[in-house]
């Protein structure tokens, strides 16, 4: 722990340099605080928090910036992911009243907002569709032998497959097999379409079989899609072009970025429902000098997906919670309606 002067000193060193950048003298910080001490006094402040390993000195004559553990306390000392401002709430607002369709769509579309509001590379988690149960099934004739199933998932999403049938079924039998299998299939996994019961019309009975098998296992499938927006962004983010290499090719894949969220996740959370590492806290050296903030969007309490941005470690963490926590909240809200 640190005492109230250290602490204050370590926290406007944080805020400037995620601020300009560059590093902090202790007549900035002396100036721009209600320490009521000295240059002289910060300065061996800062020097004593250098030798502690909150802060460090680039070079001999330059001011201090933070560490990774320095930005650790600060994280840890927020009491609140802090506030957007009203444009911003706004902004999220009228998005996720308008926000319809595919929940592929939807999600690759809140990637986009989040990024825009806080000008990091942000990451969101599709839910996979196995967990998910069947809120609808409906199937519609396309043309002559040509009929498509659609269902409807409780975590939004939407399972298509189109049917070449053997002969013309009819609208009635196409009905029928709707109800059929919604009746059976409502409220439980796609998983469970074995166990949907014969209807004793052998037609009936022989296109349901034909629409499970098309619609498949959910298990089978991948359904563990990261949808990353703003990856471009992260090139302003860094002076070294090989850093921005580096965290772009990660982001490319998939495999990586699914495990790294479930990790941070699973960390216990610095405020209600969020979660943040910081540099080398991540585990990939790759993005040993970049931060990842993330929360779960939920629906009846269950997580479903996960919605984060990845920054460098310099981000402005309260404002990056606030966007992160209010995507969450409204998305999940959304997928419930």
């Not at 000295?38 to 201090?64: D, I, K």
């Not at 079989?209 to 949808?227: F, K, M, S, T």
């Not at 850093?243 to 996740?265: K, P």
Request: charged share 20%.
């Amino acid at each position: 722990m640190l005492d109230d002067r250290k602490a204050a000193v370590l926290r406007a060193v944080v805020r400037e340099y995620i601020e300009t950048a560059q590093p902090v003298g202790s007549a900035h910080v002396s100036r721009t605080t209600d320490l009521a001490v000295s240059p002289a006094t910060v300065r061996n402040e800062m020097a004593s928090l250098e030798r502690e390993g909150y802060l460090t000195q680039p070079h001999t004559s330059a001011g201090r910036v933070p560490t990774d553990q320095g930005y650790r306390f600060f994280v840890d000392q927020l009491t609140g992911p802090g506030a957007l401002p009203a444009a911003q709430r706004q902004e999220v607002r009228e998005f996720f009243a308008n926000a319809h369709g595919a929940l592929e769509q939807m999600l690759h579309d809140t990637s986009s907002l989040l990024s825009g509001l806080t000008s990091y590379a942000a990451l969101v988690l599709g839910p996979p569709s196995e967990r998910a149960t069947v809120r609808s099934v409906q199937v519609v004739g396309l043309a002559h032998r040509v009929a498509m199933v659609v269902v409807v998932l409780s975590n939004g999403a939407i399972e298509k497959a189109t049917l070449d049938l053997d002969d013309d079924l009819g609208d009635e039998r196409l009905g029928a097999a709707s109800s059929h299998l919604t009746a059976h299939l409502e409220g439980t996994s796609l998983a469970d379409g074995s166990r949907v019961p014969a209807t004793g019309d052998e037609r009936l009975d022989a296109f349901v079989n034909q629409i499970l098998d098309a619609l498949g296992d959910p298990a089978d499938r991948d359904h563990e899609q990261v949808y990353v927006g703003g990856a471009s962004r992260m090139a302003a983010a860094f002076d070294a072009v090989d850093t921005v290499r580096q965290v772009l090719a990660i982001l490319e894949q998939q495999y990586v970025v699914v495990s790294l969220l479930r990790e941070v996740l699973d960390n216990e959370g610095d405020q209600p429902g969020l979660s943040v590492s910081i540099g080398t806290e991540l585990g990939v050296q790759p993005l040993a000098e970049c931060s990842i903030v993330v929360a779960p969007y939920e629906i009846e309490g269950e997580a479903l997906g996960t919605v984060g941005v990845l920054g460098p470690t310099r981000m402005n963490y309260p404002q990056a919670m606030a966007a992160v926590a209010i995507v969450s909240e409204r998305l999940g809200r959304t997928l419930r309606a």
